[in-house]
């Protein structure tokens, strides 16, 4: 049956090392011919050698530029490796009659993804993530780490589809505390921030943390773990002692609510000068005002400056904000660690119940104007579709443009490979995605993977300014000189006949209630 012949595929799989490769197929007498004519045909086949192991005939072929393969047909496989060695231990375990499927973690997950889709991708993190040294550069290590201990596996049902890769299965954990264990008692939460989110939103990781002190107790055992804990308390602890601040009463930890996020928005569309943001949820206005506010005042007096020089009061059409500059720039990775490593959050903001980290505060500008004016992910960018067929409510989520994150990623990759990510970026902008959900509303985690693509390059539209009217409009704008002033201005009506004259840069100047409709206009 399928099931007896696909487990016994995994009785052929050792444990693989470091860039180690194992190609397995089930073959019979007449696969095994064709297989051989194939390679033999191959027009930069060379030489080719023998070598006997265990009974079985291990073919060592050469090729003219390009590695040296090993293969074999044993007890109906056909094994092909860049390793003889790899070979070796791969009979051996056929022999055994211990594989993979004697792995209860990989059993369980094998389970509940048997026979189903147009395929099945199995990932064990410790070892896919050991195995990139030759991808990533010494940049990347830290991220790397923490990917290497995320979880223990996932699998994966494959469902192709036109213009829609989808991966949807499970992940299982190791009993020892990992990374994903932080989120495994969390309900599942819809994702607030997401209507906060600038339209030029190129990537964005949001964290469903339960609260604040919820994380840190969590994450103090994860990073106990992997033996990183007592860097994490030194620096918290010099933290608290500098600004007094009371540890679990008056920290970050205590204003924090269910939610935090990283954001990047690419603001000139080629992925070269990305804007970062931090939002973290709050719970407590007044509170978290005044953690921000001691932090602040006590550098401020330590260091004899003026209180007032660290705040602003950006005034827009609806609402006035502070925009403070903050004494140190990684507040959010001195609480939450790695996932906001290297971000500078020098300014800080309050939008809606989120705090927004930015580097500047005309960054923080930004995404007030953005906010205000409805220029978000979710109302502008066409990538939105693609997010919103996602289930509602997660754990973790994450998202990526690609070909808009090319800073960022050629940055982690390895000389060569970042020269050819960049040679090659253009044949990625009709890509949508990875977008990835984790979920815990039962066990093993719910997981999804899914990557679009576009028939046609998609690209934000460049809006100048944007105004709100009362209705929809009727008219067609007019364009008109203001004879005051030989300024172009617009006159539009509504449907309900009010109608408003708009400057250049989008300000309203004055509106008329009218009783019909208009047919051409003066100013």
């Known amino acids: 049956t399928t099931e007896i012949y696909t487990l016994s595929l995994h009785d052929a799989l050792p444990i693989l090392g470091k860039n180690e490769f194992l190609f397995i197929a089930g073959a019979n007498f007449d696969d095994k011919n064709i297989i051989n004519q194939t390679i033999k045909n191959i027009k930069s086949a060379a030489n080719s050698g023998t070598s006997n192991f265990a009974g079985a005939i291990i073919i060592k072929q050469n090729f003219k530029n390009f590695k040296t393969i090993y293969y074999t047909f044993y007890k109906n496989y056909f094994l092909m490796s860049f390793s003889e060695i790899m070979i070796q231990k791969s009979i051996k375990n056929i022999n055994s009659g211990v594989g993979l499927a004697d792995n209860k973690a990989f059993k369980k997950l094998y389970q509940k993804t048997e026979n189903q889709d147009d395929a099945q991708l199995f990932i064990n993190y410790e070892t896919l993530f050991s195995n990139t040294g030759s ?19 996932s699998a994966f049902n494959i469902s192709l589809k036109r213009k829609r890769l989808k991966l949807t299965g499970h992940t299982i954990l190791k009993p020892e505390m990992q990374f994903l264990s932080i989120f495994k008692n969390i309900r599942p939460q819809k994702n607030k921030g997401l209507n906060l989110l600038p339209e030029k939103t190129s990537f964005f990781l949001t964290l469903n943390i339960k609260s604040g002190n919820y994380f840190k107790y969590k994450y103090e055992d994860f990073l106990a773990r992997v033996k990183q804990l007592n860097d994490f308390q030194i620096n918290l602890a010099e933290f608290y002692k500098t600004y007094k601040i009371k540890e679990d009463e008056t920290d ?26 931090i939002f973290i949820n709050f719970n407590d206005k007044s509170k978290t005002e005044k953690f921000f506010n001691q932090v602040i005042s006590k550098y401020c007096k330590k260091n004899n400056i003026e209180t007032s020089s660290y705040y602003e009061t950006y005034k827009t059409e ?17 609480f939450y660690g790695i996932i906001f490593q290297n971000i500078n959050a020098k300014y800080y903001t309050l939008i809606d119940d989120f705090i927004i980290f930015g580097k500047s505060a005309s960054d923080l500008k930004e995404i007030i104007n953005s906010f205000e004016k409805d220029k978000t992910f979710k109302r502008k960018s066409p990538n939105y579709e693609f997010i919103k067929s996602l289930p509602d409510e997660s754990n973790i989520s994450f998202y990526i ?14 000389k060569k490979l970042s020269e050819k990510f960049d040679k090659n970026l253009s044949s990625l902008k009709r890509v949508q995605g990875p977008a990835v959900q984790i979920i815990f509303d039962s066990y093993p985690a719910y997981t999804t993977i899914d990557i679009g693509l576009n028939s046609l390059t998609q690209e934000i539209s460049e809006t100048v300014w944007e105004v709100r009217l009362d209705t929809l409009i009727e008219t067609k704008p007019f364009i008109v000189i203001n004879h005051n002033t030989d300024e172009k201005e617009i006159v539009i009506q509504d449907v309900a006949n009010k109608i408003y004259l708009i400057d250049k840069n989008g300000k309203i100047l004055w509106t008329r209630q009218l009783d019909g409709k208009i047919g051409r206009a003066h100013v």
């Open 401 to 414: 443009d690609i070909s808009h994150s090319a800073k960022n990623i050629e940055n982690s990759l390895q």
């Open 135 to 153: 991808i990533f550069n010494n940049s990347f290590k830290n991220e790397l780490k923490l990917l290497q201990n995320t979880a223990y596996w």
């Open 318 to 334: 609806e609402d006035n904000y502070t925009i403070a500059k903050l004494p140190v720039d990684n507040i959010p990775e001195i």
């Open 252 to 277: 970050l930890y205590s204003v924090t609510d269910n939610e935090i996020a990283l954001i990047r928005e690419d603001i000139n569309k080629n992925g070269k000068n990305p804007r970062e943001y």
